[in-house]
C-alpha cells in the first residue's frame, strides 16, 4: 500500500505537471503585440498598435500592406472562429468534427455553396480579387511566422489548419446571404400547419389568422411619413437603425445609430479595427475572414445595415416523370435532373457520399431527408444567394471607398444578397438609405408558401429593378427609422415580402426621436439601452382583465398593474409578462396544431407572437376555445388557466416569493462556443453568460428561447455591435460588442466587454497615430527592409 501511495502520488505530480506545462504552452497562442516581424509578401512596413482594449489601429502605406496586416491580426486573434466559419461555408466540418456534422456539410454541399464562391470570386473585380488575395497572404503569413501554439481548439481536436484561399472570405458571406434569407424554412413551416389544419378537419384558411393584418398604425420605413400599413404579424428576429439629419441635432450633423442581432457565440462575429492606408481611412466592426469593413465609418461617411426581409427565396415542388424518374416536367415537357456528387471525409468514420439533383429553379432540398424509392414530387430551392454573379463583397468594398451619397449609392447597386436596407450619413450632412438586393419579379403567387414547379405559373421573371429598389434621401421628416418593419407603403409597384417584422421596436424609436429637435450621441447610446416594451403597453391591459379568484395570482395581477413595461433584469413583472405571454400563446393554439406541428409555428413566430395573441383575444376569440374538450372555453378561461401555469413554471426555478423574482434570474445572455460547449470539462471556460435586461420587442434586445428550450427565458438573440456615429466628430463616435477582442479563452480580451455591453457602454476608437503612440506597437517588415 505504501508503494501504490508513493506511485499515485507520483502520478498526480506527473499530470499536474504535464497540465501545467501544457497550459503555459498553449498560452503561447495568444498573439505577439509588440517587436518586429519579418513577413513575406508586404510591400512596405506596417505599424500595428493595440489599445488597452486589443483593438488593432494598422498604419500601412498601401491598401494591398493594409488588407494583409488585417488578415495577420484577425489570425492572431481569432484564427479558430476564422477556421470554423470556413469549414461551415465549405460543407467540410465533418473533417475534425465526427459524424455529427454531416448533416449540416449535406445541407451546405447540396445548396453548393464552396460552388458559388468560386463562380463570385472569378466573376470579381481585379480589385476586389487583390484584396482577398492580399488579406489571405496576412492569413498565411501568421501561420508561417508563429512561434507558438495554435488556439486551443486545434490542439483539443487534434489537426492543423490549411493554408488560407483567396475564395475563403466568400464563404461567409454565403453563409450570411442564405442565414438571413431564410424564407425556406417559413414556407414550408406554413405548408406543415395548412396540412395540420386539415388533419383537424379545421378550415386551411384559418392559417391566415396566425398572420393577421394590423390594426394599428405601424412605422413605414420608405413612405416620406408614418403610414398606416398591414404587415404579417410575425415575431421578428433583426436589427435597429436610425439616421437623424443635423437639422435634428444639437450639432448640425447628422447621427447615425446601428445595432444588427443575430445569434449569440463566443466570441462574438465582430471584430474592432482602425485601419489607415493611402486611400482608406476606416473604423467599425469587420468579420474575421473578411478584408472589409462591414460596418463603420471612413472619415467621410458612415453605414450601417438592417435586415430587410425580403421575400428572396422559393421553394419549387418539382413533379417526378412518371416514365422516367431521372426526369422531372416543365412546361416545355420533361428535362432531366442536373446531378453532381459529393463525397463528405468523415473524422474516424467512412466518407459519406451522396449525389445532389438540380432542376432549373435549384438545388433539390428534400433529397436531405431520407429518399424514397419511388418520389413523385420534391422540393427545389430557389435562391439568388446561389448565383455565381453576385457582387455583394464588391459592394462592401465600394462602401469603404465611398465619400458621397452618390458614390454610396452606386455602390447599393452591387448589394444583391441577403435583402438589406443601408443606412448613410455624411460630413457634409446628408442621410438616406437604399433598400438593397435582388428581390424577386413572380409570373403570379406571393411566395407565401411552396408552390407547383411544372406548370411555370409562378416562375421568376428576373428581379426588381435596381433603380426601383425603395430609397430615402434627406427625407423632410428628418429621420429614417427601420428595426425589420415593413419599408414600403401600399403604392409600392413591387411586392418585397408578405411577413414584416413586428413594428414595436420601431414604434418605440420613433417615440423617442419625436419630441426632439436637438439629438445628441448620448441620447442614441440612451435608446440602444431602451427596455420599453410597446408590446406589452398594448397587449398586456387585455391580459389584465382577467379575473383570478387564487390569491396567488390576483397578487401577480396587482403587480402587472402598475409596472410601467420595463423588461428590467431587477424586477419580477417582466418575467411574470413574459412566462405568462408564452404559455397563453401555446394554449391558444396547441389544440388546432398538436405535436410537432404546433412547434412549427413556435419557431415560426416565436412561442407564438404578442401580435397573434392579441389578434386572438381581441378579434377572433375562437382561437380561445379548446378544440379538444367538450367544452366551449372562453378567452378569460385561457388566460387564467396560462397565468397559474406560468407562476407554477417560475415558483419552480425561484420559489414562491413573489416580490423576490427577477427577469435576470432566468434572461440569462449566453454566448456558447460552437464546439466545446459540448465537451462538459470545457464548457465553464469558453461559454460566458450573464444576465440582461431587454425582451422580445425591446429596443436593447433580448430576444428570448422560448418554449422547447431547458430555460424558455435565455437570452440567445440580441445586438452584438453596437454603434453610434457622430458626423460633426467622427472621433466621438462610439462602439461596442458583446463579448471581446480575442477568440482565444486563455486570453484576457475574451469576455472582457461582456460586463460593459450589457451595461450599454461604449468606447472610443481614435485614429491618429498621436492616439496610440504609447500602446504596444508591432512592426511588421516585408523581406526586402
Not at 512596405?44 to 498601401?62: C, L, M, Q
Not at 470579381?124 to 488579406?135: G, T
Request: hydrophobic share 40%.
Amino acid at each position: 500500500m505504501r508503494i501504490f501511495g508513493k506511485l499515485t502520488t507520483y502520478l498526480l505530480v506527473g499530470l499536474i505537471a504535464l497540465g501545467t506545462a501544457g497550459f503555459f504552452w498553449l498560452r503561447t497562442s495568444l498573439p505577439e503585440t509588440s517587436g518586429q516581424l519579418v513577413l513575406d509578401g508586404l510591400e512596405h512596413s506596417v505599424s500595428v498598435y493595440r489599445d488597452t482594449n486589443a483593438v488593432p489601429h494598422i498604419f500601412a502605406e498601401s491598401k494591398h500592406d493594409a488588407y494583409f496586416a488585417l488578415g495577420f491580426v484577425h489570425a492572431q486573434d481569432r484564427l479558430w472562429q476564422m477556421e470554423f466559419l470556413r469549414r461551415l461555408g465549405a460543407g467540410r466540418l465533418a473533417e475534425v468534427l465526427g459524424a455529427k456534422a454531416v448533416r449540416t456539410d449535406q445541407y451546405i454541399r447540396t445548396l453548393g455553396l464552396p460552388r458559388t464562391a468560386d463562380a463570385i470570386y472569378a466573376n470579381s473585380p481585379s480589385i476586389v480579387q487583390n484584396a482577398l488575395k492580399a488579406y489571405s497572404d496576412g492569413v498565411n503569413a501568421w501561420l508561417a511566422a508563429r512561434k507558438g501554439a495554435l488556439p486551443p481548439e486545434f490542439a483539443l481536436l487534434r489537426y492543423e489548419p490549411e493554408p488560407w484561399h483567396p475564395v475563403d472570405p466568400l464563404l461567409w458571406s454565403r453563409l450570411m446571404a442564405t442565414r438571413l434569407g431564410r424564407n425556406q424554412g417559413d414556407e414550408t413551416a406554413r405548408l406543415r400547419i395548412a396540412e395540420a389544419l386539415a388533419e383537424k378537419g379545421l378550415p386551411v384558411r384559418m392559417i391566415e389568422d396566425l398572420w393577421p393584418a394590423a390594426t394599428d398604425t405601424d412605422p413605414v420605413t420608405v413612405a416620406g411619413d408614418l403610414l398606416p400599413l398591414k404587415p404579417l404579424w410575425l415575431q421578428d428576429s433583426g436589427s435597429n437603425g436610425w439616421v437623424v439629419h443635423g437639422d435634428r441635432t444639437a450639432t448640425g450633423k447628422p447621427i447615425l445609430a446601428n445595432d444588427p442581432h443575430l445569434r449569440f457565440g463566443a466570441p462574438i462575429l465582430w471584430y474592432l479595427a482602425h485601419i489607415e492606408a493611402p486611400g482608406l481611412r476606416l473604423t467599425g466592426a469587420t468579420v474575421p475572414g473578411v478584408p472589409f469593413m462591414v460596418l463603420g465609418h471612413n472619415g467621410s461617411i458612415a453605414w450601417g445595415m438592417t435586415n430587410g426581409a425580403g421575400d428572396a427565396e422559393d421553394l419549387f415542388i418539382e413533379s417526378v416523370d412518371p416514365s422516367d424518374p431521372s426526369k422531372y416536367l416543365t412546361p416545355d415537357g420533361a428535362e432531366p435532373f442536373r446531378e453532381r456528387q459529393e463525397s463528405i471525409k468523415v473524422l474516424d468514420d467512412d466518407d459519406v457520399t451522396f449525389v445532389v439533383r438540380e432542376t432549373r429553379h435549384g438545388p433539390v432540398v428534400s433529397d436531405l431527408r431520407k429518399r424514397p424509392e419511388n418520389d413523385v414530387k420534391v422540393a427545389a430551392l430557389a435562391s439568388p444567394a446561389l448565383r455565381g454573379d453576385d457582387q455583394t463583397v464588391a459592394a462592401i468594398q465600394a462602401i469603404n471607398g465611398a465619400k458621397s451619397w452618390h458614390e454610396f449609392e452606386a455602390a447599393s447597386h452591387l448589394f444583391h444578397t441577403p435583402h438589406t436596407n443601408l443606412f448613410f450619413a455624411s460630413i457634409d450632412g446628408d442621410i438616406g438609405l437604399v433598400s438593397a438586393g435582388r428581390i424577386p419579379l413572380r409570373r403570379s403567387g406571393t411566395g407565401f408558401a411552396p408552390v407547383q414547379g411544372a406548370d411555370g405559373a409562378h416562375d421568376w421573371l428576373g428581379y426588381i429593378p435596381e433603380a426601383a429598389l425603395p430609397r430615402l434621401y434627406n427625407p423632410a421628416l428628418g429621420w429614417i427609422v427601420n428595426a425589420n418593419n415593413r419599408i414600403v407603403g401600399d403604392d409600392y409597384p413591387y411586392l418585397i415580402a408578405g411577413d414584416w417584422g413586428a413594428p414595436y421596436r420601431a414604434m418605440r424609436i420613433v417615440e423617442l426621436l419625436e419630441p426632439s429637435n436637438s439629438h445628441d450621441v448620448t441620447a442614441s447610446e440612451k435608446m440602444q439601452r431602451d427596455v420599453v416594451s410597446v408590446a406589452a403597453r398594448k397587449l398586456l391591459p387585455t391580459m389584465l382583465a382577467v379575473k383570478p379568484a387564487e390569491s396567488r395570482e390576483q397578487r401577480a395581477k396587482a403587480m402587472l398593474a402598475g409596472w410601467p413595461y420595463e423588461m428590467d433584469r431587477d424586477r419580477p413583472e417582466p418575467l411574470i409578462y413574459a412566462t405568462w405571454l408564452r404559455h397563453l400563446g401555446r394554449l391558444l393554439i396547441v389544440d388546432e396544431l398538436s405535436g410537432p406541428k404546433a412547434r412549427d409555428y413556435q419557431r415560426l413566430v416565436g412561442r407564438p407572437g404578442a401580435r397573434f395573441v392579441n389578434f386572438a383575444l381581441t378579434v377572433k376569440p375562437v382561437w380561445c376555445d379548446d378544440i379538444s374538450t367538450p367544452e366551449a372555453e372562453s378567452c378569460a378561461d385561457q388566460l387564467s388557466a396560462s397565468l397559474s401555469t406560468a407562476l407554477d413554471e417560475i415558483e419552480t426555478s425561484l420559489g414562491d416569493d413573489m416580490a423576490a423574482w427577477r427577469w435576470g434570474a432566468l434572461h440569462h445572455a449566453t454566448f456558447a462556443h460552437p464546439v466545446l460547449r459540448r465537451a462538459p470539462l470545457a464548457a465553464p471556460f469558453v461559454d460566458l453568460r450573464i444576465e440582461t435586461d431587454g425582451g422580445d420587442y425591446t429596443v436593447n434586445r433580448g430576444m428570448t428561447a422560448g418554449l422547447g428550450h431547458p430555460v424558455p427565458a435565455t437570452h440567445l438573440d440580441g445586438a452584438g455591435y453596437r454603434a453610434v456615429y457622430d458626423l460633426a466628430d467622427l472621433e466621438n463616435s462610439r462602439f461596442m460588442i458583446a463579448t471581446g477582442q480575442s477568440g482565444n479563452f486563455l486570453s484576457p480580451h475574451y469576455g472582457d466587454f461582456l460586463e460593459r455591453w450589457r451595461d450599454g457602454k461604449y468606447i472610443k476608437i481614435l485614429g491618429g497615430r498621436e492616439a496610440v503612440r504609447n500602446a504596444p506597437h508591432l512592426r511588421l517588415s516585408p523581406l526586402s527592409e
